[in-house]
């Protein structure tokens, strides 16, 4: 069979090649407009303002993780995600979590400024929460499109709303040099994200519905993914929660590049797994025979691949490329992604595992993993914090995720898809990238250690 032939038709195979191409082809579109809006942005703004904007940012994804009651993983792996009630009922679920949300923001705004002692933060959070409040709006079209990995359009709409938010910042950034180019920015790529998916993409727009058998299997789904996602919120934000507290802010900023470089790999693996892993385990789950499980083993390779190459080049090169690309003051962050890259494997190696459960509708042990890992990434922090300042929180991050994998592999099994020999292949490849990068890198490393301790 050809090249051409696989990605034609609509079997499983080909609708997976076509979205994963799409879904890689659009992460690197994506990532480049990040990055050259990163190292513009850096040049006419301050450190202070990408730490204030990254205080901003763990606020607002924790009020929209505290409140997610799983309606997109609820749409795609439901036996009623094509029913236009279902999918109505989920869109009035979504507007009014946004309006909340937005008024929650307004209510925190004082507190937040008062606990980090940034009167900015007043003013900046209310605006930025608008954000959500427009997000609510999203039409579950968007989601339909990713049920079906039909990526092709949803693909192009979200480049345009990228780009949007990106010129705009950098318009702002321009003229004023002020923190809120960045907030304004942000508000008009999700008004653009919406519009444009409202218009664009096919199929009946949304209406206010509520259908009580709907709404019950959305809630009775979610009551699980919200405890998750509030979890989930403490694992993925407690770097910037607990470094933004205990470090200055311009060397919060500075930890804030590095993570940038650092975080493609995640956010690559994050996007395939949402993307094309939840239909995937959908249409072909794992206990049901061999054959599934074997044809997964080679999805999951192939990712695994892809994802632990992708971050030993930031491994390897990560202090190279900061030195090339930024100026003294961001000089420590290249030493920051590179540990940072090491410390990330234990996770992308398994994190083709994670959505299996959401795939198989149990979302509640999906909630038990990721209750384990935000109380092991909190700790983990703390005491690398208190021991060896910068440093030791980067040390305790990939620790924490070290100490995870027993209850990843707990998960697993339960659902069938656990592949030892994928992990122990994935383990192998890690140690050898990891000690390379700190061969290479030892100096910066050294003389970052030496300044964070």
């Not at 923190?179 to 218009?199: D, F, H, K, Y």
């Not at 935000?374 to 910068?390: N, P, R, T």
Request: hydrophobic content about 55%; overall charge positive.
């Amino acid at each position: 069979m050809s090249v051409l032939a696989r990605f034609q038709g609509s079997s499983l195979g080909a609708r997976v090649l076509r979205s994963s191409v799409l879904t890689i082809g659009g992460f690197g579109m994506s990532q480049m407009i990040r990055l050259a809006s990163n190292l513009i942005l850096t040049r006419l703004l301050f450190p202070e303002a990408f730490g204030l904007m990254a205080l901003v940012m763990v606020f607002l994804m924790g009020l929209g993780q505290f409140s997610d009651v799983g309606v997109t993983p609820a749409i795609l792996q439901s036996k009623r995600g094509d029913d236009r009630n279902f999918l109505d009922t989920a869109f009035s679920i979504q507007v009014v979590r946004g309006i909340g949300l937005w008024l929650v923001a307004c209510a925190c705004a004082w507190p937040m400024a008062a606990l980090y002692g940034q009167d900015l933060l007043l003013y900046m959070l209310p605006v930025s929460a608008l954000t959500l409040l427009i997000t609510g709006f999203r039409p579950t079209k968007m989601v339909t499109a990713n049920r079906h990995l039909n990526l092709g359009r949803l693909t192009v709409l979200d480049m345009v709303t990228q780009i949007s938010g990106v010129a705009v910042g950098i318009v702002l950034a321009f003229a004023t040099h002020s923190v809120w180019a960045l907030v304004i920015s942000g508000v008009v790529g999700a008004l653009v994200e919406v519009i444009i998916n409202w218009r664009y993409l096919p199929g009946p727009s949304n209406r206010f519905h509520w259908d009580k058998s709907a709404a019950k299997e959305l809630i009775g789904f979610g009551k699980w993914v919200f405890l998750a996602t509030v979890c989930g919120f403490f694992f993925t934000q407690a770097d910037k929660i607990l470094i933004g507290k205990f470090v200055p802010l311009d060397v919060f900023g500075v930890y804030n590049i590095g993570f940038f470089w650092a975080s493609f790999p995640m956010m690559l693996g994050n996007m395939v797994t949402l993307k094309i892993l939840i239909p995937i385990y959908r249409e072909t789950p794992p206990t049901a025979s061999r054959e599934n499980f074997l044809k997964l083993r080679k999805m999951r390779f192939a990712v695994s691949t892809l994802l632990m190459g992708f971050v030993g080049v930031f491994a390897l090169i990560g202090v190279w490329i900061v030195d090339m690309l930024y100026d003294h003051r961001y000089i420590e962050a290249g030493a920051v992604a590179v540990i940072l890259a090491i410390a990330q494997m234990p996770m992308l190696i398994v994190m083709t595992y994670d959505q299996a459960a959401l795939a198989a509708g149990d979302s509640k042990k999906f909630f038990v993993l990721a209750l384990a890992r935000a109380v092991l990434m909190i700790a983990c922090l703390m005491i690398g914090l208190q021991s060896a300042g910068l440093l030791g929180a980067l040390i305790g991050f990939g620790v924490a995720l070290l100490l995870a994998y027993p209850v990843v592999v707990w998960l697993a099994r339960h659902m069938g898809a656990w592949d030892p020999l994928h992990d122990l292949c994935f383990a192998l490849v890690g140690l050898g990238l990891a000690a390379l990068a700190l061969w290479v890198n030892g100096s910066a490393i050294a003389e970052f250690a030496g300044n964070s301790l």
